[in-house]
C-alpha cells in the first residue's frame, strides 16, 4: 500500500505522525511511504533520516494524490479541506463531534475517516489517547514545580524542599492516566503527594503500585476541599467518558487556598474541573484568579513534540500495519477496536456519538463495511 504523511499546519503543531523508525517498519513490510519534505522538522526528525529508511519525500499535494493510507495528527483544518478525497484513507485526531464543518468535510469527500481518538478496546481503554494522557500527567506535575517560582508569580517554594525543609504539597484530582503520571513526576521531585478518586478498584490499583509513596484518598466534596485548602499545587485530572468535566473546586474554594499555589487543569480540554478554569496556549499558559496561579493549556503534549511524536507511533503503528497489510476493510473486520475508530465512510456517519452531535442518522458500519472476521 501507499501510506503518506504530510506535514501539520495547524499553528503550533510540531508533532509529525509517523518516525522514521515507523517508516521504516511498513517499508519492511513491502510498502511505500512518502513524507512531505519538511514534515519531521518539528519532532527533531529531518528528511535524511527518512530517505535513509526508505521513504520517499515528496511536497504536500504530491503526497495527498498519491496515497491510499495518510497519517496526520491533528484534524484537518479548512484549507486542507479540498485535499480530502474518495478512495483514501485518513488515520489522524479527528474529535469530530465538536466540529460540525470538518464532519461535513468528510461526508462530501467520501474519504473513510478514522480517528485515534474513537478506537477502543474490549476494556473500554482508549489506547491512541493514552499516552497523551502520560506525556500530559508528566508535564502538569512540571508545570506545578515551575510556576510555584516567586518570580513566575508563584508562592516561592521548592516542590521538593531540601534536607531540613518541608517539601510542598501536591493534590492529584483523579488517578487515571493523568493522575498516575502526575504522581510519578511528583514524587520524583521529592513532593508529598495526595490522589484522590471516586473509584475504589482504580485506587486499589494505585495502592498495588504507589504503595507507600502517596496518600490515596476517596473523593468527596469535603476531601477534595480538604486536600485543595492544603495543597501548594492542585492538578485536575477527572473524566467522566463522553462527559463534561465535573467542578471539582469552587471560585470560593480558589478564594481559600494558599496565594501563589498553582492549580494544573489538565481537564480543561473537557471543560476543566476548576470553577475559575478557562484554556490557555503554550504561548501565554498562566493566569491569576485570587492571587491563585491558574495553568489551562489545552495541547500539553505539543510543548514536547519529541516525546509525543514517538510516544504516537509507538501506539498508531499496530493499526497502521494492519490497515496497510489486508485494507482497511479486512482491517476493520478482524479488529473490533479499529472498528470503532471509523467515523466517517462513503459519506456516512458510523459513530453514534458524532452523528448525534450534529443532528445526523448514525449509519451502522456493518451496513457499510463487511465485520464478519475474515
Ligand atoms: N490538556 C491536555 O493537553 C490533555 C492531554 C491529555 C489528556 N487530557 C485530559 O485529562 C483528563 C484525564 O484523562 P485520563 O486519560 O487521565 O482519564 P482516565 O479515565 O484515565 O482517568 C480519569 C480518572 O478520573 C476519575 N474521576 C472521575 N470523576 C472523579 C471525581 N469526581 N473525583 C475524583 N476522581 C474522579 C476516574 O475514576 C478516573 O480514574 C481528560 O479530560 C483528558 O481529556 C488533557
Known amino acids: 500500500m501507499r501510506i503518506g504523511v504530510v506535514k501539520e499546519i495547524k499553528p503550533d503543531e510540531y508533532r509529525v505522525a509517523l518516525t522514521p523508525a515507523g517508516a521504516r517498519e511498513l517499508a519492511q513490510h513491502g510498502h511505500e511511504v512518502y513524507v512531505e519534505a519538511g514534515a519531521g522538522e518539528g519532532s527533531a526528525f529531518p528528511d535524511a533520516e527518512y530517505e535513509a529508511v526508505g521513504a520517499r519525500l515528496a511536497g504536500a499535494d504530491d503526497v495527498w494524490e498519491a496515497v491510499d493510507l495518510l497519517l496526520k495528527v491533528k484534524e484537518p483544518i479548512a484549507e486542507e479541506y479540498p485535499r480530502l478525497r474518495e478512495g483514501q484513507v485518513l488515520f489522524t485526531y479527528l474529535h469530530l463531534a465538536a466540529d460540525e464543518p470538518l464532519t461535513r468535510a468528510l461526508m462530501e469527500s467520501g474519504t473513510t475517516a478514522i480517528a485515534y481518538e474513537t478506537v477502543e478496546t474490549a476494556d473500554h481503554q482508549l489506547p491512541l489517547l493514552a499516552p497523551m494522557s502520560e506525556v500530559a500527567g508528566r508535564l502538569a506535575a512540571q508545570a506545578g514545580a515551575h510556576f510555584l517560582e516567586k518570580p513566575l508569580g508563584g508562592r516561592g517554594l521548592l516542590l521538593g524542599g531540601v534536607a531540613g525543609v518541608l517539601p510542598g504539597k501536591v493534590a492529584i484530582l483523579?488517578?487515571?492516566?493523568?493522575?498516575?503520571?502526575?504522581?510519578?513526576i511528583a514524587l520524583g521531585l521529592g513532593a508529598q503527594v495526595r490522589i484522590l478518586d471516586k473509584s475504589v478498584n482504580r485506587l486499589r490499583?494505585?495502592?498495588?503500585?504507589?504503595?507507600?509513596?502517596?496518600?490515596?484518598?476517596?473523593?468527596?466534596?469535603?476531601?477534595v476541599e480538604r486536600?485543595?485548602?492544603?495543597?501548594?499545587?492542585?492538578?485536575?485530572?477527572?473524566?467522566?467518558?463522553?462527559?463534561?468535566?465535573?467542578?471539582?473546586?469552587?471560585?470560593?474554594?480558589?478564594?481559600?487556598?494558599?496565594?501563589?499555589?498553582?492549580?494544573?487543569?489538565?481537564?480543561?480540554?473537557?471543560?476543566?474541573?476548576?470553577?475559575?478554569?478557562?484554556?490557555?496556549?503554550?504561548?501565554?499558559?498562566?493566569?491569576?484568579?485570587?492571587?491563585?496561579?491558574?495553568?489551562?493549556?489545552?495541547?500539553?503534549?505539543?510543548?514536547?513534540?519529541?516525546?509525543?511524536?514517538?510516544?504516537?507511533?509507538?501506539?498508531?503503528l499496530p493499526y497502521i500495519e494492519s490497515i496497510a497489510d489486508v485494507g482497511v476493510r479486512e482491517a476493520v473486520a478482524s479488529h473490533?477496536?479499529?472498528?470503532?475508530?471509523?467515523?466517517?465512510?462513503?459519506?456516512?456517519?458510523?459513530?453514534?456519538?458524532?452523528?448525534?452531535?450534529?443532528?445526523?442518522?448514525?449509519?451502522?458500519?456493518?451496513e457499510v463495511l463487511p465485520l464478519e472476521p475474515v
Open 174 to 184: 483523579g488517578g487515571g492516566m493523568v493522575g498516575y503520571n502526575s504522581a510519578v
Open 205 to 223: 490499583q494505585l495502592e498495588q503500585v504507589l504503595s507507600g509513596r502517596v496518600e490515596l484518598v476517596m473523593s468527596s466534596a469535603l476531601e
Open 227 to 316: 486536600a485543595v485548602l492544603d495543597a501548594d499545587v492542585v492538578i485536575g485530572a477527572v473524566l467522566i467518558p463522553g462527559a463534561k468535566a465535573p467542578k471539582l473546586v469552587s471560585a470560593a474554594m480558589v478564594k481559600e487556598m494558599k496565594r501563589g499555589a498553582v492549580l494544573c487543569d489538565v481537564s480543561i480540554d473537557q471543560g476543566g474541573c476548576f470553577e475559575t478554569s478557562h484554556p490557555t496556549t503554550h504561548s501565554d499558559p498562566v493566569y491569576v484568579v485570587d492571587n491563585v496561579q491558574h495553568y489551562c493549556v489545552s495541547n500539553m503534549p505539543g510543548a514536547v513534540p519529541i516525546t509525543s511524536t514517538v510516544a504516537l507511533t509507538n501506539v498508531t
Open 336 to 366: 473490533p477496536s479499529l472498528a470503532l475508530g471509523v467515523n466517517v465512510i462513503d459519506g456516512k456517519v458510523t459513530y453514534e456519538a458524532v452523528a448525534e452531535a450534529h443532528g445526523l442518522e448514525a449509519t451502522p458500519l456493518s
